[in-house]
């Protein structure tokens, strides 16, 4: 009798994933997968989610990770399959977000040899995975799976790559469970810089002008990490800011937020970068959407900067101190030690810097004005906030103008529930992401605020949508335009819209009707309200096409190349010419 | 450096020796030289072979020019690759030896062929093949001294150069060996 260690390299795999705590697998079969997928059919405690195209599994299993802080975990057969996943896990990469990525390949005795749906996975993927495998001995697999599993978890997290020949996932393996094991030099150890963490708390508390400027790597550090941040701004009652992926690690509703800062933040945000003192980034890159140009950014600060990867630090600004660690350990030590310091001695007084503040908050930066019938693209997110500020809502968006809209005006009172595609920009993220994030939260109001054509680059998986009746709630921002395009080909390259139009939009209602779910059309400010209504009380999934203002701008704007004292705030502001140099930057 | 106004610290590059210590694995070396074309860092030489044959490890030792700033970046990103257990700045380091091994083909007649073995004398060049109108040199040491024999060897006839980058070690009695013993033997 078989011993019930004794199984092949498939079975293997998928018991790993099982010890490794992986419930979820979003993937698509195919000839080289078909071993993992007949493992799978036997499979009781894993669920399959069957995509529509292996870019979607990717996304949703982003989703997935960023709105549990569970590891995702995806499955797709060699050549297409491998190289459909690529944007996915690239975006992952950038993003930071823990992903198990399983690739089928052409048995080993075949590779090399151009043979059907072959490509070099790992070749192609190295550069975009924290790290890949190709396993070509059957006794290493089980150990691998296991070391893929910490890898992608651990320090900065990112995707992790698997590929598996399918002789391998044919072949007779013993079964070996995950051993904690050490096998590597103790690199960057990660010890907290208590000395350094003593001398930022002094600066701290000694500054006249401080920022707080926190960022995705607060919400990888887990919740607690967001309650450290928001303990710290209450403290030191500074001012704080967050980047797009920071957003919901300290709640909007905090008197001491400013907002969204960089490119499209807010006024006040940015002013506060360019004039502080003391700049504290806690998880941040000190992104090129952020910094503006960089020889004028935040020229009067000292700057600490709290970061997992030790590369992140020194990498674009050169700061005073540097701290390399996980945002909750180094937050709560930094915590400690500034309480300490508080007792020693009173607050510096920072009531001069807080009436600087108000004032700039005083231009009301994300002001606009809803008048006549036609929809503001602002007034619909606006109003889908304050209806589901109540409830518990998880938002995903794809690329463009309408993610500027919906970081800007959606409020995120808490961390994990704003997945939407930062360092990559990848339109056709929000779809497939809200997929996974609906199916880790089947109870929760998941809606994935889209652009028209950011939507059509993954419409696909309506299907897969439909399929597991999940209750994902479409809300396009239709102005038929790439709109972020257009815009910046309205400030940059004299309005000449050059293939920034779409034609041929499909009747998004009859798309819906075709799937058998709802669809809406709201084309007037009137119908808006009731249509929010209907598209959050239906049970299903719903596709609200939300006519808005086509050639509406996002504004406020830090112009390319120039500083965060430099935006503009409409396009009647006298700063929106663009330098040369501008103009060359992305 | 971002796509934005460099820093501007007007420091100028210099050229920097590391040496690393990773797994012998197929990848590595790809995972380490994709690193430096997709980030635009230089490789001015690069050597690797495995120095550790119970462990699979080898040593990459690795010439490369940039500011103070570059070269911590082009540090902490080697130590991300999993495969890359230990990277050690030389340069920053302290006294470090480096050498390099070359074979130069010389095709030179007459009086030139007697020069030839005059100045690979004078260069303790070894004499590895011998033709009545070739010679084949072996040398060893520093890349100055071997680029001074090979511009005098051109100077006498036609030649063909193959030569093998820097290796280098640090000078003294320190050792990795406490490091590499956290490593497991497969």
């Not at chain 1, 992952?92 to 048995?107: E, F, H, K, R, W």
């Not at chain 2, 050498?99 to 073995?117: D, M, Q, S, Y």
Request: aromatic share 6%.
């Amino acid at each position: 009798m078989k011993n019930n260690l004794e199984m092949n390299g498939a079975e293997a795999v998928i018991k790993a994933l099982e010890e490794n705590g992986v419930e979820i697998i979003f993937g698509y079969p195919g000839g080289a997968v078909l071993p993992l997928y007949d493992a799978l059919f036997k499979n009781k405690k894993i669920k399959h989610i069957l995509v529509r195209h292996e870019q979607a599994a990717v996304h949703a299993a982003e989703g997935y990770a960023r709105s549990t802080g569970k590891v995702g975990c995806v499955l797709v057969t060699s050549g297409p399959g491998a190289t459909n996943a690529i944007t996915g896990l690239t975006d992952a990469l950038m993003d930071s977000v823990p992903l198990i990525c399983l690739t089928g390949q052409v048995p080993t005795h075949l590779i090399g040899t151009d043979a059907f749906q072959e490509a070099d996975t790992t070749g192609i993927s190295r550069p975009c995975t924290k790290h890949n495998y190709l396993v070509k001995n059957v006794d290493l697999l089980c150990n691998i799976v296991h070391e893929a599993f910490s890898i992608a978890s651990s320090g900065r997290p990112g995707p992790v790559l698997i590929d598996l020949p399918k002789d391998i996932q044919l072949s007779n393996v013993t079964y070996t469970n995950k051993i904690i094991k050490t096998n590597k030099v103790k690199k960057n150890k990660n010890l907290i810089d208590l000395a350094t963490i003593s001398s930022v708390a002094k600066v701290l508390v000694n500054a006249k002008k401080p920022i707080i400027y926190g960022g995705g790597g607060v919400i990888n550090a887990g919740p607690e990490a967001s309650t450290l941040l928001t303990e710290l701004v209450d403290l030191l009652n500074a001012p704080v800011t967050l980047t797009l992926m920071g957003l919901g690690s300290v709640s909007n509703e905090n008197k001491n937020f400013l907002g969204m800062l960089g490119m499209h933040g807010t006024y006040e945000a940015n002013l506060a970068m360019h004039n502080c003192d003391v700049m504290l980034n806690v998880g941040a890159r000190f992104d090129d959407r952020v910094t503006g140009r960089l020889n004028a950014f935040s020229p009067f600060s000292k700057k600490i900067h709290i970061d997992i990867d030790k590369s992140s630090i020194n990498k674009i600004i050169s700061v005073d101190y540097g701290l390399v660690g996980d945002a909750k350990d180094i937050l709560y030590a930094l915590v400690q030690e500034i309480k300490k310091e508080k007792k020693k001695k009173n607050n510096t007084s920072i009531s001069d810097w807080w009436f600087d503040i108000n004032e700039w908050r005083n231009k009301k930066s994300l002001n606009f004005e809803q008048k006549g019938r036609i929809i503001k693209p602002q007034q619909a997110i606006k109003l889908l906030y304050e209806k589901t500020k109540k409830i518990d809502t998880y938002i995903t968006t794809e690329v463009g103008q309408h993610q500027m809209w919906a970081a800007q005006y959606f409020g995120f009172s808490k961390p994990n529930h704003w997945m939407t595609s930062g360092g990559l920009g990848t339109m056709g993220y929000g779809l497939p992401s809200s997929v996974g994030v609906q199916i880790a939260h089947p109870n929760s109001l998941v809606i994935d605020i889209s652009g028209e054509a950011s939507f059509l680059m993954n419409m696909q998986e309506l299907s897969t949508i439909v399929q597991y009746n999940l209750p994902v709630k479409i809300f396009i921002l239709n102005n038929q335009w790439m709109g972020m395009v257009r815009q910046w080909q309205e400030l940059n390259h004299g309005s000449r819209y050059s293939e920034s139009y779409t034609e041929s939009l499909p009747d998004f209602v009859l798309l819906a009707k075709s799937f058998g779910i709802k669809g809406l059309l709201v084309s007037e400010i009137s119908e808006l309200d009731n249509a929010i209504d209907e598209m959050i009380s239906t049970k299903g999934p719903v596709i609200a096409d939300i006519r808005v203002e086509k050639e509406e701008n996002c504004f406020p704007m830090i112009p390319s190349g120039a500083a965060h004292n430099e935006m503009i705030l409409s396009s009647s502001d006298s700063n929106t010419n663009v330098s040369q140099d501008g103009i060359a930057l992305v | 450096m971002s796509v934005y106004q460099s820093n501007n610290l007007n420091e100028k590059e210099s050229s920097r020796t590391l040496s690393l210590i990773v797994d012998n694995e197929p990848g590595t070396l790809a995972r380490v030289i994709g690193l430096f074309s997709g980030r635009g860092y230089n490789i001015e030489s690069l050597t690797v072979t495995e120095v550790d044959d119970r462990r699979h490890l080898s040593r990459i030792s690795l010439v490369t020019r940039g500011t103070s700033m570059t070269i911590e970046q082009i540090k902490s990103h080697l130590l991300r690759l999993v495969p890359v257990h230990l990277v050690r700045d030389l340069t920053l380091e302290g006294p470090f030896i480096e050498c390099e091994l070359a074979l130069i083909k010389l095709v030179a007649k007459g009086a030139n062929r007697v020069e030839a073995l005059r100045i690979a004398d004078t260069f303790r060049a070894k004499t590895l093949d011998v033709t009545l109108s070739s010679f084949v040199f072996e040398l060893t040491g520093r890349p100055h001294k071997i680029d001074a024999f090979i511009g005098l060897m051109q100077s006498l006839g036609d030649t063909e150069i193959s030569r093998t980058g820097v290796s280098a070690i640090s000078r003294g009695s320190e050792t990795e060996t406490k490091i590499l013993e956290q490593i497991k033997v497969n």
